[in-house]
C-alpha cells in the first residue's frame, strides 16, 4: 500500500516538475517577445504597452522595463486577488516572478544580434516578437497551473461579462493600449494590430500546444480557459 502512495507520489511531483518547465518556456518566450517588439520600435503590443507607459511616465530609463513589468505584474494580482482570486495559482507567480529579468536577456540578445536598423528587420523583428508572445502565452494558458496577472484580468471580465475569453482578451487590451499610450508608452502599427488578434492567436496557440504536445505526454489537464 505504501509503496503504491509513493509510486503516485512520485508521478504527481514529476508531473508538476514538467508543468513547471514548459510554463517557464511559455514565460521566457512572452519575455523575448516583449523585447522584441520593444526594440523593434514599431510600437508594443498592448501589455507591453502599458509597461513601457508606466515606465515613461515613473521617469525610468529604458533598460529598466523588465523591473517596470514586475512591478505592474504584482499590481494587476493584487487587483485580481481582491476581485476573484480563482485565477491566481502557482502558475501565476511561475510567471510573474522570472519575467523581468526574461525581458532583459531578451533585450540583451537583441542586441547582441546587432541587426540593421532599417525598416525590413524592424518588421521583421515585430513579427517574431509578436509571434514569440502570442505562442508563449499560448502555452502557459494550456499547462493549466495558473494564469499570468493579465489573463487573469481577463476570465474574471468573461465570467462578469458571461463571454468568450477572445472578447474579453480584446476589451483588455484595448485598455491597457489607452492607459499605456496616455502614459507616455510607444504606440505604433504592432499596436492596433496585437490587439485585434492577441486573444484568437493565443486561443489558437494554446489549443494546438494542447492537442500536438500535452495529449501525447498525456499531462494535459482540462483547460482553464472555456472558448
Given at each position: 500500500?505504501m509503496?503504491?502512495?509513493n509510486?503516485?507520489k512520485?508521478?504527481?511531483?514529476k ?5 513547471i518547465l ?6 521566457a ?8 517588439n520593444?526594440?523593434a520600435m ?16 515613473s521617469?525610468?530609463p529604458?533598460s529598466?522595463l ?5 512591478v505592474?505584474?504584482y499590481?494587476?494580482i ?5 476581485i476573484?482570486?480563482k485565477?491566481i495559482n502557482?502558475g ?5 516572478i522570472?519575467?523581468g529579468?526574461?525581458?532583459g536577456?531578451g533585450?540583451?540578445f537583441?542586441?547582441y544580434m546587432?541587426?540593421p ?7 521583421l523583428?515585430s ?7 502570442f505562442t508563449?502565452?499560448?502555452i ?6 495558473g494564469?499570468?496577472?493579465f489573463?487573469?484580468?481577463a476570465?474574471?471580465?468573461k ?5 468568450q475569453?477572445?472578447?474579453a482578451?480584446?476589451?483588455?487590451d484595448?485598455t491597457?493600449?489607452i ?8 504606440a505604433?502599427a504592432?499596436?492596433?494590430i496585437?490587439?485585434l488578434i492577441?486573444g484568437p492567436?493565443?486561443?489558437?496557440a494554446?489549443?494546438?500546444f494542447?492537442?500536438?504536445v500535452l495529449m501525447k ?11
Amino acid at each position: 500500500m505504501m509503496s503504491t502512495v509513493n509510486t503516485l507520489k512520485e508521478k504527481s511531483l514529476k508531473v508538476l516538475l514538467i508543468n513547471i518547465l514548459i510554463a517557464l518556456v511559455g514565460v521566457a518566450l512572452v519575455g523575448f517577445g516583449i523585447a522584441f517588439n520593444s526594440a523593434a520600435m514599431l510600437g508594443n503590443d498592448a501589455v507591453a504597452l502599458l509597461y513601457d507607459g508606466v515606465r515613461s511616465a515613473s521617469g525610468l530609463p529604458q533598460s529598466e522595463l523588465g523591473m517596470t513589468t514586475n512591478v505592474v505584474n504584482y499590481a494587476i494580482i493584487i487587483l485580481s486577488l481582491l476581485i476573484n482570486r480563482k485565477y491566481i495559482n502557482i502558475g501565476t507567480f511561475i510567471y510573474t516572478i522570472p519575467m523581468g529579468t526574461f525581458v532583459g536577456i531578451g533585450s540583451k540578445f537583441y542586441e547582441y544580434m546587432n541587426l540593421p536598423n532599417v525598416l525590413e528587420w524592424r518588421i521583421l523583428s515585430s513579427v517574431c516578437g509578436s509571434l514569440m508572445l502570442f505562442t508563449g502565452l499560448g502555452i502557459f494558458i494550456a499547462i493549466n497551473i495558473g494564469l499570468d496577472p493579465f489573463t487573469s484580468l481577463a476570465m474574471i471580465l468573461k465570467d462578469k461579462m458571461k463571454s468568450q475569453y477572445r472578447t474579453a482578451k480584446v476589451i483588455c487590451d484595448v485598455t491597457s493600449l489607452i492607459i499605456g499610450f496616455i502614459l507616455g508608452g510607444k504606440a505604433g502599427a504592432v499596436t492596433v494590430i496585437a490587439a485585434l488578434i492577441g486573444g484568437p492567436c493565443i486561443q489558437f496557440a494554446s489549443e494546438l500546444f494542447k492537442k500536438s504536445v500535452l495529449m501525447k505526454i498525456k499531462i494535459g489537464k482540462k483547460n482553464i480557459l472555456q472558448y
